[in-house]
């Protein structure tokens, strides 16, 4: 992508409301604009990152062996008077149509999910089954704030399960978990699997996963040393108590929840009738898990925890490109070139760049290439490093007269110089 | 896949209020579900084919420049008193938060996209950018009806085009005509860009790209014989008039709306103030273009214009599958095989059929795999006609004798034998 034709380029000045780090440099580097408080644009780069993060969540809940589909935002009121959440979700959008009709707009789907599974589901037969959605949720949120991480309209991807027992619930809900942490390493965060409450309908615990950070609204207690977390708000411990688990120190911290997996139990089911015919004919209640992660929140939760001072350090499968292309070409050069005397050894950062971004792009890397004609090298490195792309290559008659182009990768301070095949090895 | 598996098996019984035929197919087949009036769920099976369009689109919206992002669905109510359309618009769903804020949601877009611009855009340089979304879309509708293709929630495809003058907003809007005809042809889908009225902002036309069909709700006078057509609402003709281009005779036929483009000239721009410095610095108007597409009404309008009395007959790059596999055991093989007598020139179908799916699967061919063990052929049979994916293979002791499988092109009659390998030849 040329950046010169790229909507959405870096912003100078960003309004003073914005606290968070994330929301900033989001918004600073161009990767999302806000349209009200908790609402969000996502432009061109914030587009690609997200589309990104989406394949690699569709990737591992298939491999667990998830189906997706795609259910609907507006939810007939009814089924929300069935469950008893009409009245008691207090972040529920109502909404009236003038033909009369009154919808919930989605902020989970058990209301829907659990009626389409029983019109489908006869026998022990047609379970298990693992169906899941990347969709957009709505809720009614006091507090908008800390950018894409609490919005009101935000992106998510939900996942339910259904089961013949609790046994093999138990056995899925496993699986979900490894699935959940090899996302999350994959985005670049380690997520700390943390007993929370199950909520209303269980007196199990519900499963949530903290990524700590200072930006984060809930506080995890954990052990250093072993697997022990809990969120603070239903833990008997605090920080320096001796582990339950493993008799280590305990700390404290801010944590990010990135995801949330619930045991629902027959809750939902007792509610909508979702039953099967067991192995001996005799009707039984169907199991259910519900497995969510906020797929815009990982985006906020990824950059509060890879940035530094001069922008954000995309990890290598979430960045919008690999290589940020960069030419610098002196004045005396170009003018030199102009006027074809003396240019024999010489040869021209800006052409050079051209024929590299093209050679890169037919070998399918991802390129970002800075060719704007009005702007200074100076601004054009200060905005690369606030994109973040992992990798900045900067192309000058000095690095050509050193052998090849400066290789930077971001977060690192040191550059090396390296030539067509040697980038396209660290590249591929 | 295995069917045995998939969630959303096809129906016997389906309600007696759906009329549509697209929508009795899609519902029977297992393609999408009905929640309430207007809006679905889009099953495993839709789903696959809704991505499929999806991935069409966006194709041909790259390869004209148009850059993807996603803005929200809820939108202040002030950007639509903005432009007059709060109150106007009949079709708005409006909504009131607990905390006072008050929304419209998105039935298009203009109203988030031009004070979007209007913050990125300064100079004639800037310009043009072409960016679209393929994103929900929901429109308090009175009358929704014919299943996926009038929906209260659907899903579309908006891009909003952005010039410093007309001459370039013509120029960019032929090649979205373009551009479009390439996606409903990729669909099986012949579509007539039809003259159709500007709506309240223009005295110009609008073009509609509209499919003759029965089910359809608008109906096009059009010339047989040159590329004439004009919507019946604005058009001076009718059937049997001479053309006026080609002199030929008209016909007036239904037809569904599958997508429809505006000029949209300064009307926006203005309303939010949207202007550039022209080269010699002076403030001008942002020409606008909009092009709305509806991905979820195509698949509606795919399967009224391809079906037959049997079920579905998908276009190839639509398809959820490109091959429904089914094995055909005898139960007198079975139940030699079983015994392990006389069975040394007999193959067992259902065993070739689950090797050659893994076969296949592996050789990347997108197999739906009729494994159902308590179902009948004949059944199996009539599900794969109802699912329509443009091959069927069965594999019996019949062809198996014969040398190889039987391979049926959806609607088609003949079927032939082919080996393997033939098979891969005509799948890959």
């Known amino acids: 992508m040329r950046y010169s034709k790229l909507f959405g380029k870096t912003q100078k000045q960003i309004?003073?409301?914005?606290?968070?780090k994330s929301h900033q440099l989001l918004v600073k580097a161009g990767f999302v604009d806000q349209l009200a408080a908790g609402i969000y644009t996502w432009l061109p780069l914030g587009k690609k990152s997200l589309s990104k993060?989406?394949?690699i969540i569709r990737t591992q809940m298939n491999a667990i062996g998830g189906q997706e589909i795609t259910m609907p935002i507006l939810h007939p009121k009814k089924n929300w008077v069935q469950t008893g959440r009409w009245d008691s979700v207090d972040i529920l959008f109502k909404l009236k149509s003038t033909h009369g009709a009154q919808y919930a707009l989605g902020p989970t789907h058990e209301e829907v999910i659990t009626p389409l599974v029983a019109k489908y589901i006869n026998?022990?037969?047609d379970l298990p089954i693992f169906l899941y959605q990347i969709q957009t949720k709505l809720r009614d949120e006091p507090r908008a704030k800390s950018g894409v991480i609490r919005g009101r309209e935000f992106g998510m991807k939900d996942m339910y399960s259904?089961?013949?027992?609790q046994k093999d619930l138990a056995s899925f809900y496993q699986k979900v978990i490894d699935?959940?942490?090899?996302?999350?390493s994959q985005c670049g965060l380690e997520a700390k699997v943390t007993e929370a409450s199950g909520g209303e309908f269980t007196k199990k615990y519900s499963h949530e996963f903290l990524v700590i950070s200072p930006a984060g609204e809930d506080t995890v207690i954990y052990c250093p040393n072993c697997t022990f977390a809990q969120n603070k708000e239903i833990s008997k411990f605090k920080a320096t108590d001796p582990c339950p688990k493993c008799s280590g120190e305990l700390a404290a911290d801010k944590a990010i929840e990135v995801g949330n997996i619930f045991d629902l139990e027959t809750k939902f089911s007792k509610d909508f009738n979702l039953t099967y015919l067991d192995k001996s004919?005799?009707?039984?209640?169907?199991?259910?898990?519900c497995y969510g992660l906020g797929d815009t929140r990982l985006v906020g939760a990824i950059v509060e925890n890879n940035h530094d001072e001069l922008g954000i350090i995309w990890p290598e499968k979430i960045a919008p490109y690999k290589l940020h292309l960069i030419s610098i070409s002196s004045r005396k050069i170009d003018?030199?070139?102009?006027?074809?005397?003396?240019?024999s050894n010489l040869e021209n950062p800006a052409k050079v760049a051209e024929d590299l971004y093209k050679d890169l792009t037919l070998n399918n890397i991802?390129?970002?290439?800075?060719d704007r004609k009005d702007t200074t090298p100076g601004q054009k490195l200060v905005d690369a490093d606030l994109i973040g792309c992992p990798y900045k290559l900067v192309i000058s008659q000095k690095s050509l007269s050193a052998g090849g182009f400066e290789l930077t990768k971001r977060g690192q301070n040191e550059s090396k110089i390296v030539t067509r095949d040697q980038l396209l090895e660290t590249l591929l």
């Open 162 to 165: 259904f089961h013949t027992d």
């Open 53 to 55: 993060i989406d394949e």
């Open 179 to 184: 699935a959940y942490l090899n996302i999350f």
């Open 281 to 289: 004919g005799k009707k039984e209640y169907v199991y259910m898990g």
């Open 15 to 20: 309004s003073k409301e914005i606290e968070s």
């Open 335 to 343: 003018q030199k070139i102009r006027e074809n005397k003396n240019t």
């Open 123 to 125: 026998s022990y037969k």
């Open 366 to 370: 991802e390129v970002l290439f800075d």
